[in-house]
């Protein structure tokens, strides 16, 4: 098998280091797993190969590809023996002076011409580079946990890596059966810098008392289409993992406040309270299973109160269709009656400051988030003012879960869990754009391989318009006077134009 690195080296014999071999390997490469503590080689080396194992019984593999494997596979005893390595990719510790005081003393024993890469998530390539003789030999190839499965690598030039290095890495990660994505030398790269908008905006808004932890986890499901809320996803990755990333990226951009982390996970933290993997997180875990807390029942209703819909309201037309459906008695009027249920779909803007402009009673009115067309979504999300009555809640409720489809009944905010976290997004997407950390298609290609989101950032922008965004940022900002919330020149431009032009050009 032609390969573009006969021999590779694999510092770190954790689970990327073990991944990373196991790719190698199966590439054609005769790869060289070193560990500075030789247990480690020996259980990755064990758990390599049962791995092969597993595919060849299920008949993935022939028994000739298994025996190949595992032949290219070769503990080393010592850091000399990667001296002939073509290739050494590094996969210790996250910690800079560790890093390059390993690359400074690999550099004395591998070939002038051998490619020196490091795996980091979020630091520097450059700043690892900067104590070595040979840095244009060296390049940041950042690969997703697990390795065999995530099928994006990032492939990061520092400011002085030969254009060469990156073109062959690029090869080589297609050889490994990954797709391979080019980003420069800035905090997070791509996937870890598009993914700050994910958990950090939804840890704000439950910081916030909007919802629970497993609220906000549904309703991003259900809105969207993740696979994995939030806090599943910060409790399968582990906060010993996610929050140093998060306090690592908004330091490095100067405390940029998009990037602004959350006291709920430092505190978590230092807790231990990291996640599945102790058995206890956002969630608390038996035998593997998340105990997740049942929904809030729907509220039987004997009278169901008339309602009017905002003027205002986001996709009036589709709501009103839908209290329709929904066999609800909609009123017409300018302004609602005194026993009616006024119902307001705001974009950014919270659901007391909609009634008070709009001159509505409080205590009769209830939002509905129609950021997303609602049939394209498995669950309507309600928000209550401070002043909401019980029974106009219940109603609301009782409402719009007649079909059978979920409702969660949130506490009044700026902008509904979607909206913050959608916008925040493709906000954050835009700004990558605009700093040309890389192509608007490698953006989309490693966000959806690399952080499993139903599409990409950008389509997601397309799906929901320049218009709807835009505002619903704008709203944001003014609520909160938070220039977390300030729109990315980007997508301010594009949104002028459309966001169709958003996979054409950076």
Known sequence: MSTTYSIVGVVGAGAMGRGIAQIAAQAGSTVRLFDMQPEAIRKAHEAISAQWDKLAEKGRISPEQLAAYKSRLQPANALKDLADCDLVVEAIVERLDIKKSFFTELEGIVSDTAVLATNTSSLSVTAIAAPLKRPQRFAGYHFFNPVPLMKVVEVIPGLKTDPKVCEDLTAYAKQMGHTPVTAQDTPGFIVNHAGRGYGTEALRVVGEGVADFATIDRILRDQVGFKLG????????????????????????????????????????????????????????????????????????????????????????????????????????????????????????????????????????????????????????????????????????????????????????????????????????????QQQICSPQDLETAVTLGLGYPMGPLAMGDKLGPDNVLETLFNLQTVYGDPRYRPSAWLRRRGAIGLSLMHQEA
């Open 230 to 433: 939030p806090f599943e996803l910060m409790d399968l990755t582990a906060l010993d993992v996610s929050h140093p990333v998060m306090e690592s990226i908004y330091h490095q951009y100067y405390e940029e406040p998009r990037y602004r982390p959350s006291v709920i996970t430092a505190q978590r933290l230092a807790g231990g309270v990291y996640g599945k993997k102790v058995g206890d997180g956002f969630y608390a875990y038996v035998n593997g299973v998340a105990q997740v807390p049942a929904e809030q029942a729907v509220p039987q209703v004997q009278e169901m109160p008339p309602v009017w819909v905002s003027s205002r309201a986001a996709r009036r037309a589709d709501l009103l269709q839908l209290l329709k459906d929904l066999d609800a008695k909609i009123e017409t009027g300018a302004s609602p009656s005194p026993q009616a249920l006024s119902i307001v779909a705001p974009l950014g803007f919270d659901v007391t400051t909609v009634a008070v402009v709009e001159r509505l009673d409080p205590a009769r009115t209830v939002g509905i988030d129609m950021l997303f067309e609602d049939r394209g979504t498995r669950r309507r999300v309600l928000a209550t003012n401070p002043a909401t009555r019980q029974d106009m809640r219940d109603a609301a409720h009782a409402l719009f879960a007649r079909d059978g489809k979920p409702v969660s009944v949130i506490r009044d905010s700026g902008g509904f869990v979607t909206q913050r976290v959608v916008a925040t997004i493709v906000n954050i997407a835009s700004d990558i754009c």
